[in-house]
């Protein structure tokens, strides 16, 4: 597959109403070509994605240490380790200044909406939140 095409993927996983993360990594997952390792890679960003959007207006302290330890991981623009959220990018042919631009919009959109008074972070309804905060 080619990297036009990952990226045209990636940006579908920002997309309100059309495609939840997990849709995504389905999609990618299902990749005939893909090994083990880039399988064993695609699960470790999914868990990565996963936690943050699901954390990221927490208010107990686990889930925000959860999402501390994942925001800290995807924030890292260190390479020298394998499963490096930056290498597990390249390796997959992901734009990994992109994926994080869109994790940071969906946390303010997700912050803001609980500064409104959002009793819980509907984040098994993603469009529900995106249209609540008027995208």
Not at 55 to 73: H, K, P, T
Not at 81 to 87: D, R
């Amino acid at each position: 597959m080619k990297q036009r095409e990952y990226e045209e993927r990636a940006a579908e996983l920002f997309q309100p109403d059309t495609l939840l993360p997990s849709q995504y990594f389905d999609r990618i997952r299902r990749q005939r070509y893909l090994d083990g390792e880039r399988r064993l890679m695609i699960a470790v960003l999914e868990d990565a994605v996963d936690v943050y959007r699901k954390q990221a207006a927490a208010q107990d302290s686990r889930g925000r240490g959860l999402f501390r330890d994942a925001e800290e991981w995807i924030e890292d623009t260190e390479k020298s380790w394998l499963y490096s959220f930056e290498n597990i990018c390249d390796v997959l042919d992901l734009d990994a200044d992109y994926l994080r631009r869109g994790l940071h919009r969906w946390k303010e959109r997700a912050r803001r909406a609980r500064r409104t008074d959002v009793v819980t972070l509907p984040a098994s309804e993603p469009e529900r939140l995106l249209k609540a905060s008027g995208d």
